[in-house]
């Protein structure tokens, strides 16, 4: 007999297991970001061309995102970017120790797309005092905000944390 238990018996990953899937995803979206940002600006010359047409409901576009989302908090001063950054550094930090204590994958999951998005704007922040956002999405004359990769898994990393707040279970009462 084997001592390796069946996979549907197999113990849960655990904490570190997660918090490794989380840190790996994370990577992943930072390298995917940066990657991409690096594409943008150093192959298509996205600055100087402005707006490159892709699909009916698709182009790339060239915005320098000085705030936040949807380019709130937006500022010109010198130390603007840096004080976002800063912001955004901190929440990064709260999202790790969340992550360090994350109780499932779902979890583990959201937290790694949100820390490694967030990661990857405050990099744009530090390197040029704004955020490249590129991702233009149309249709019948409307304009999405201009985004990226980081923005896109920060959204998705808050959708799969407010999925899995609405669909798991309720822990079960004590004595009940």
């Known amino acids: 007999m084997s001592s390796i238990p069946p996979a549907e018996h197999a113990a849960p990953a655990g904490r570190g297991?997660?918090?490794?899937?989380?840190l790996g995803l994370a990577a992943l979206v930072f390298v995917v970001d940066q990657a991409t940002k690096w594409w943008v600006l150093n192959i298509l010359r996205l600055p100087e061309v402005g707006s490159v047409y892709v699909l009916p409901f698709f182009n790339l576009s060239m915005v320098w995102n000085r705030g936040v989302t949807?380019?709130?908090l937006a500022g010109e001063a010198w130390w603007h970017a840096y004080a976002l950054a800063a912001v955004a550094l901190?929440?990064?930090?709260?999202l790790l120790a969340w992550l360090a204590r994350?109780?499932?994958?779902?979890t583990a999951t959201a937290l790694g797309f949100v820390l490694g998005g967030a990661v990857g704007n405050v990099i744009d922040?530090?390197?040029?005092?704004?955020v490249v956002?590129?991702?233009d999405l149309h249709a019948f004359g409307w304009h999405w905000?201009?985004?990226?990769?980081a923005d896109s898994a920060i959204v998705c990393g808050v959708g799969l944390l407010l999925l899995h707040a609405l669909m798991r279970p309720k822990p079960k009462r004590k004595g009940a």
């Open 90 to 94: 901190a929440v990064a930090g709260l």
């Open 17 to 22: 297991g997660h918090l490794r899937l989380g």
């Open 133 to 135: 956002d590129f991702i």
């Open 125 to 130: 922040r530090l390197r040029f005092g704004a």
């Open 145 to 149: 905000y201009v985004f990226n990769v």
């Open 70 to 72: 949807f380019g709130l």
């Open 102 to 106: 994350a109780e499932d994958r779902w």
